[in-house]
């Protein structure tokens, strides 16, 4: 996979995520993009029980309690699943892995109403791939990604110049900074594992606000 | 960050449930050419295959009396090959007629920093071997004629010693639940074996 960004846009002042969608998309067909098919990113939250930690009887109070496990699944990806801790390791496996959390029940319960996922349309130009996907909990749509894939390109630092005017190219004053993840390979080589990271941080970031965020000054 | 209301609602997967059947056995070092050489007769023609793996058991304790068990092996001979991550269940106690052991079991291939993400779950090792031997194949039949070794310093895998002088003999196959064709083929497979070896259904509780 080549170096990627993911990132949220804001909904257009006055209209709805859905109109929204569909201005980015316009502009993106108007610079020559077309069509690829669709795309998906979903991700499910799992709490460790906190009462599996310590002996029978006391809950412990050690740095491990309450931690949280993402597992993820991204279209691009269909015969793999992610698991993630936030600030830990990225574990890539195959799909296996949701048989293996169904049987792992006991100890890690699944958040309550914590399913999310982005879903849209896939856009080839030239070595660009640009995914934009409405984010939904359940029914609401809760925001705006977008994601931008550089095909040619694995080392960051190489190409984030690049990327950059080509996000400013579409998405003009909210493009984004450059991800943290880019900072985190000490020998710099972006891997999927990466764009699942940047996507978990969106989704956080997303499930946090209360309503869908606004460009403009409230 | 406060974290997200938790339920009991478990999610369901989807997927058929995969059963292993299992049949033991073991020979002594010196009989282990005799016995090579009658699974390349009866097994399916390829290059013969030997392998090198090295696995690490987690164990996670939770309420539940006993910790879930769950198996990392990683092949020390083949560079790149992903490492296989393996959750067996209790034994199907059921028809005391049906020829071998079955247990549900899942089977995941992962990327390198297995260890590192199983012990951020929770999982501590339990212990670990280094196993070295020949693998054969008859249709889905699997057939793994190994040697345990004991590794010496934890997390070293270049001192071991072997834990026996003999060969662990296996034959197993993966199928969905219920087939018991599966286990009268192993059956009538392990009676091609008699007399270098003797496979049969080994009961793990009754050796504890």
């Not at chain 1, 050690?62 to 949280?68: F, S």
């Not at chain 1, 984004?176 to 972006?190: E, I, K, L, S």
């Not at chain 2, 889905?140 to 662990?168: C, H, W």
Request: hydrophobic share 40%.
């Amino acid at each position: 996979m080549g170096v990627t960004c993911v990132s949220q846009m804001p909904v257009a002042e006055g209209k709805s995520v859905q109109q929204t969608v569909e201005l980015l998309t316009r502009k993106l067909e108007m610079l020559g993009a077309e069509k690829q098919g669709t795309f998906c990113v979903d991700c499910e939250t799992y709490h460790t029980a906190a009462a599996t930690l310590g002996s029978q009887g006391r809950l412990s109070l050690a740095g491990q309690a309450g931690k949280l496990m993402y597992v993820m699944h991204n279209s691009e990806y269909p015969l793999s699943c992610f698991a993630l801790f936030e600030n830990g390791p990225c574990l890539i496996a195959d799909t296996n892995f949701d048989v293996l959390m169904v049987k792992l029940k006991g100890f890690f319960q699944s958040a309550k109403a914590s399913k999310i996922e982005t879903r849209g349309t896939r856009y080839q130009y030239c070595d660009f791939l640009v995914k934009v996907g409405t984010v939904a909990m359940g029914p609401s749509a809760r925001g705006i990604s977008v994601e931008v894939e550089y095909g040619p390109c694995v080392v960051a630092s190489d190409c984030w110049s690049l990327l950059l005017e080509f996000l400013q190219s579409f998405l003009g004053s909210h493009t984004p900074a450059a991800p943290a993840v880019f900072g985190n390979r000490h020998d710099g080589v972006y891997g999927p594992a990466d764009t699942m990271v940047q996507y978990m941080e969106l989704f956080n970031k997303i499930r946090k606000q209360q309503q869908v965020p606004v460009a403009g000054i409230r | 960050m406060e974290a997200p209301p938790v339920t009991m609602m478990p999610v369901t997967g989807g997927t058929v449930n995969m059963m292993e059947y299992l049949l033991q056995g073991s020979v002594l070092d010196h009989s282990l050419e005799s016995l090579i050489h009658r699974l390349r007769g009866l097994c399916d023609n390829m290059e013969p295959e030997t392998f090198l793996d090295h696995e690490m058991v987690f164990l996670l304790k939770g309420q539940q009396a006993s910790p879930f068990v769950l198996r990392a092996r990683r092949s020390m001979d083949r560079a790149g090959a992903p490492w296989h991550l393996r959750y067996l269940g209790q034994p199907e106690m059921g028809d005391k007629n049906r020829h071998a052991l079955v247990r549900n079991c899942v089977d995941i291939a992962t990327s390198e920093n297995l260890t590192d993400f199983l012990m951020e779950m929770g999982f501590r090792m339990d212990h670990e071997f280094v196993a070295k031997g020949h693998l054969f194949r008859k249709g889905i039949m699997k057939i793994m004629v190994y040697k345990i070794f004991r590794i010496l310093v934890p997390g070293n895998t270049d001192s071991t010693e072997a834990l026996s002088l003999s060969y662990l003999v296996e034959l197993s196959v993966v199928a969905p639940g219920g087939q018991d064709m599966v286990s009268d083929d192993m059956r009538n497979f392990a009676e091609q074996l008699k007399p270098l070896v003797h496979l049969e259904k080994i009961d793990p509780k009754r050796l504890m």
